[in-house]
């Protein structure tokens, strides 16, 4: 059975961004670069928010193109255009790059997605993963720690009034001390 994840990158105490939305304290090198091109290219498809598809659609769609971009970098840019992407937005009107777009979080549609896509499904950012917890559609959290302390920002968890059980399934320390931390829920 297909699995939904959610891919998050988080501070030590837990913000998935900065005060300001920033995230230039994540420490993605080339081991956790590759670690996430080979993840994202076994996936069936990606769930996207509207602010966090736009991000992605800024730069991956022609980042192979750009010659100061890393040889690892230029290989996430087709594995980005080609994986099927769904988007959750009450106002986009259009999206291109193999996207489709979802106005609504509706349990019946995302398990029906879940059983026919090619690999797991991948959710990524607080606000979406925070309506996919509550609605009991993640299967695993995989938490990307990176050693910073932010003392505030966006915190990762954003469904305050969800109680999630968990089974830890492995862990995986990166040479930069990003530590993936692979939880599967067990309620």
């Known amino acids: 059975m297909r699995k939904i994840i959610w891919m998050m990158s988080a501070s030590l105490d837990g913000f998935m961004e900065g005060p300001d939305h920033d995230i230039d304290w994540h420490l993605v090198d080339e081991e956790l670069h590759r670690h996430f091109n080979d993840k994202v290219r076994a996936m069936g498809g990606i769930l996207h928010g509207r602010v966090t598809w736009e991000l992605m659609a800024e730069f991956w769609p022609t980042a192979d193109q750009d010659p100061a971009c ?29 996207t489709t777009i979802l106005r609504e979080v509706v349990p019946e549609e995302i398990r029906a997605l ?41 915190s990762m968890f954003q469904a305050h009034d969800v109680r999630a059980d968990l089974r830890l399934a492995g862990t995986h320390t990166f040479g930069n001390g990003v530590v993936q931390l692979r939880h599967e829920l067990t309620n």
């Open 70 to 98: 890393s040889d690892f970098e230029a290989e996430f840019a087709p594995i980005w255009r080609d994986t099927p992407k769904y988007v959750f937005s009450r106002t986009l009107r259009e999206a291109q790059w193999n």
């Open 114 to 154: 879940k059983e026919s896509a090619a690999g797991d499904l991948c959710v990524g950012g607080a606000d979406l993963a925070a309506s996919f917890l509550r609605l009991g559609l993640i299967d695993e959290i995989h938490t990307y720690v990176h050693p910073v302390v932010l003392g505030r920002g966006k």
